[in-house]
């Protein structure tokens, strides 16, 4: 009996010097509300795919055309931009506005340009399937141009695959993906930026979101998921 007497008592005396122990354990100040892994691996109730899954929604369809936006999409381009800003108009964006920009832009400053990881994953899942590949930018033409050589060398397509960039360009009436996506009779476009979205919804076309890095020059980023289009899931790099 005094050996369970004697047992209990120890216990207790853990206890209370635990509780001691812990009384004194320095909290810090409290500066946020914080997460708990729960939160952490909660995500937006937004329609997300992947690759494969965007794989698996075209078996058994025959080849078709798909069209891609450039800046964002499969290429972070911002350096160039973030130096055209610099070079022509530092306090405002009137450098897009600027010939002399988009002569630069269009003619080598894409080799400061980084192909996007899932630009290269979704043109080699058109490629393999027979896909005809069109891409299609809002950039402002120029006499000559090499974003057509960039862009091929970046997404490992074959010469006799690539198409010549497609320039939208931003004079009125002529920034007007639509009639580029119509004439092409594209399926399915994908782009970053709502208007990308919007004009593929205007036509009934799979308008399908890629994600805008938060480094991104273009801002503000855009709210991805808004108008219910599938968002590609890690497809911010």
């Known amino acids: 009996m005094r050996k369970v007497i004697l047992a209990?008592?120890?216990?207790?005396?853990?206890?209370?010097?635990?509780?001691?122990?812990?009384?004194?354990?320095?909290?810090?100040?409290?500066v946020s509300q914080g997460v708990t892994a729960a939160d952490l691996a909660q995500r937006q109730a937004i329609h997300w795919v992947s690759v494969e899954q965007i794989e698996k929604s075209l078996k058994g369809q025959p080849p078709m055309a798909v069209g891609f936006d450039i800046?964002?999409?499969v290429m972070f381009s911002s350096p160039g931009f973030y130096r055209g800003k610099l070079e022509y108009s530092p306090n405002d964006e009137s450098y897009l506005k600027k010939t002399e920009f988009w002569e630069k832009m269009n003619n080598g400053w894409d080799k400061f340009s980084m192909p996007k990881k899932?630009?290269?994953?979704?043109?080699?899942?058109?490629?393999?399937?027979?896909?005809d590949i069109y891409f299609i930018t809002g950039r402002t033409a120029t006499k000559t141009e090499t974003v057509t050589k960039y862009v091929q060398e970046g997404l490992?397509?074959?010469?006799?695959?690539?198409?010549?960039?497609?320039?939208?360009?931003?004079?009125?009436?002529?920034?007007?993906?639509?009639?580029?996506?119509?004439?092409?009779?594209?399926?399915?476009?994908?782009?970053?930026?709502?208007?990308?979205i919007a004009?593929?919804?205007?036509?009934n076309i799979r308008g399908i979101r890629i994600l805008r890095a938060s480094n991104s020059s273009y801002r503000p980023l855009p709210k991805a998921g808004r108008f219910g289009e599938e968002v590609?899931?890690?497809?911010?790099y």
């Open 156 to 196: 490992h397509i074959p010469a006799d695959k690539m198409h010549n960039i497609i320039f939208a360009g931003d004079e009125p009436n002529k920034n007007d993906k639509t009639s580029w996506m119509k004439n092409h009779k594209l399926k399915i476009y994908y782009g970053d930026a709502d208007a990308d």
């Open 118 to 131: 899932i630009g290269i994953e979704l043109v080699q899942m058109h490629l393999k399937r027979g896909d």
């Open 232 to 236: 590609v899931i890690k497809s911010e």
């Open 8 to 30: 209990f008592s120890v216990i207790a005396l853990a206890f209370g010097l635990n509780g001691v122990t812990q009384a004194k354990v320095f909290m810090p100040e409290q």
């Open 199 to 203: 004009a593929a919804r205007e036509l």
């Open 71 to 73: 800046d964002d999409t």
